[in-house]
């Protein structure tokens, strides 16, 4: 095989949607696509809409990405063993969602999630993890959403962000209307406004 040039790695996707939300890609394999529904219906707090578009370096939507969201309830508590807090029937804190193919827009419905405890004692904002896996993306981009109208000021991850002005890139902006309480989250791939990334 010493004839065979090396070639460059293979970028996530265009598959992803196949395997990680079949639907979207017009296989009707599962009777409910998987985390779809992310706060569940019992959850207590406020219902919101988030969404919101994936821009890449030029400003074009990027059509073609697939989401994970996780959060906490409106208590602040995760449905994970490890959390041990508890939470209410149904709530899943996680879910998945990919953008349109024809506008690049996508969005979730859940609930406002609560403050959560950090490290060594700290209390981290309300936010909500993302996960973004598209084609030409060869590792999935770890972010984070936190809300306009919280108080923000003492997160600690945010405040890990040496360049005070990129912190803006992680803040939602609510609005309200027909479709209820709803919070705007574009993200950014590259460019000056790129949107913060998380090494986790």
Known sequence: M???????????????????????????IFKQELGWDI???????????VEGCVYDGTGAPIKDVLIEAWQANADGHYAHP???????????????????????????????????PGRNGTTQAPHINLWIVARGINLGLNTRMYFDDCDNSTDPVLNLIEQTHR??????????????????????????????????
């Open 82 to 116: 490890e959390d041990g807090r508890g939470v209410e029937a149904g709530f899943r804190g996680w879910g998945r969602v990919i953008t349109d193919f024809d506008t690049g827009f996508w969005g979730f419905d859940t609930i406002k999630p609560g403050a959560t």
């Open 2 to 28: 010493d004839y065979l040039k090396e070639t460059p790695s293979q970028t996530a996707g265009p598959y992803v949607h196949i395997g990680l939300a079949p639907r979207a890609a017009g296989f009707d």
């Open 39 to 49: 706060a569940g219906p019992n959850a207590k707090g406020e219902r919101i809409r």
């Open 167 to 200: 912190r803006q890139t992680l803040i939602a902006t609510r609005s309200e209307g027909d479709k209820g309480v709803t919070y705007r989250f574009d993200i950014r791939i590259q460019g000056p406004d790129e949107t913060v990334f998380l090494d986790i």
